[in-house]
């Protein structure tokens, strides 16, 4: 079974500096998708970013980047230059590799308030 | 074009009555998905379906039926409705790979409120 825990429910940031969420999962897959969901007030999901287990390489979307840790099974978002539009709940998801059996597996989210 | 469609967008109603939300996806994806976010914003799949099979059911009760017409298509009954059905539920598409990420497309969410 997955896990995916977020310890941190809630964040805040001043514009324009860098803000870390945490983010821990388990999983008994031998490859695997680590994902992290963008939740504005506007109730939206959408897709910040995401990383193969198999790759060492931390990805990296613009202001966006995560710190992937496999041994340690740690999956934390780091958010450069944080601006106003990125007041969002956070979430961490993790999902297997292929297949039609997707089921992806989302931590409980970090509230995170970016202060202008 | 909205990618992944579901109306209605908000729904309140009385214990006991039976409801459907329905579900579009215009992204030529074979497998679609139903997410229920509770009130403390924890998400958890309910159920999902590839080329309009059941491939997915979470421990859900049997008041809760899905139902999928084409792969285009994915709608959510919900019968003798429950103060504990309140939540957001989301539908969701993507393609499934025999390899790589199956990424998620999510639809705007439609906020049940059973009173």
């Known amino acids: 079974a997955q896990t995916v825990t977020q310890s941190q429910p809630e964040m805040s940031v001043q514009e324009a500096e860098t803000v870390t969420l945490s983010c821990t999962y388990d999983t008994s897959e031998n490859n695997y998708y680590l994902f992290w969901y963008k939740q504005p007030p506007s109730r939206q999901m959408i897709l910040v970013i995401r990383?193969?287990?198999?790759?060492?390489q931390n990805a990296t979307e613009n202001r966006f980047s995560v710190n992937f840790q496999k041994a340690a099974k740690s999956f934390s978002l780091k958010i450069s230059d944080s601006q106003l539009g990125d007041t969002a709940m956070y979430f961490c998801a993790c999902g297997p590799y292929g297949g039609a059996t997707n089921k992806l597996i989302f931590g409980t989210g970090t509230l995170l308030a970016v202060q202008p | 074009d909205t990618a992944v469609s579901q109306t209605p967008k908000y729904l309140v109603t009385q214990m006991g009555n039976d409801k459907s939300i329905k579900c579009e996806q215009n992204l030529g994806h074979d497998t679609m998905y139903w997410y229920k976010q509770d009130s403390k914003k924890f998400l958890k799949i309910m159920f999902s379906?590839?080329?309009?099979?059941?491939?997915i059911n979470e421990t859900v009760p049997n008041r809760f039926s899905p139902k999928s017409p084409d792969k285009a298509h994915l709608n959510l009954h919900i019968n003798s409705l429950e103060l504990g059905d309140s939540a957001v539920y989301f539908c969701a598409s993507s393609q499934s790979r025999t390899s790589g990420a199956n990424v998620l497309t999510f639809g705007a969410g439609s906020r049940l409120t059973v009173l």
């Open positions: 990383q193969e287990a198999y790759k060492q």
């Open positions: 379906y590839n080329n309009k099979e059941l491939i």
